[in-house]
Nanobody, 125 residues
Framework: QVQLVESGGGSVQAGGSLSVSCVAS????????MAWFRQAPGNEREGVAA????????YYADSVKGRFTISRDNAKSTLYLQMNSLKPEDAAMYYC??????????????????WGQGTQVTVSS
């Protein structure tokens, strides 16, 4: 069973930056494709960014393009999300997800089998 553990969330003022990380207990074919999702209270879980196994392909939600960067270090079994120019609407619980392949959009939850517990990001105006 693969476990994903996020860290690095916190509070920041609007315009600031935060970086969140996700460590996978195992890097297998089941964790080839990875992504970050977020969910704010009362909202559905939203795909933020996704990355292919070697990092050659990345996808971003329109709302974060140009501000967020997803990356991975396979040697460390770690996924990253660098968030710059944060806005109050970016505040949410951020979740790491992993799956064996992309089926349809990489930013849809059904593409992923494994999920972390989440890390909270708060952005004050």
């Amino acid at each position: 069973q693969v476990q994903l553990v996020e860290s690095g969330g916190g509070s920041v003022q609007a315009g600031g930056s935060l970086s969140v990380s996700c460590v996978a207990s195992a890097y297998t074919r089941s964790t080839n494709y990875m992504a970050w999702f977020r969910q704010a209270p009362g909202n559905e879980r939203e795909g933020v960014a996704a990355i292919s196994p070697l990092g050659s392909s990345t996808y971003y939600a329109d709302s974060v393009k140009g501000r967020f960067t997803i990356s991975r270090d396979n040697a460390k079994s770690t996924l990253y999300l660098q968030m710059n120019s944060l806005k109050p609407e970016d505040a949410a619980m951020y979740y790491c997800a992993a799956g064996p392949r992309w089926v349809g959009s990489p930013l849809l939850p059904n593409a992923y089998n494994y999920w972390g517990q989440g890390t909270q990001v708060t952005v004050s105006s």
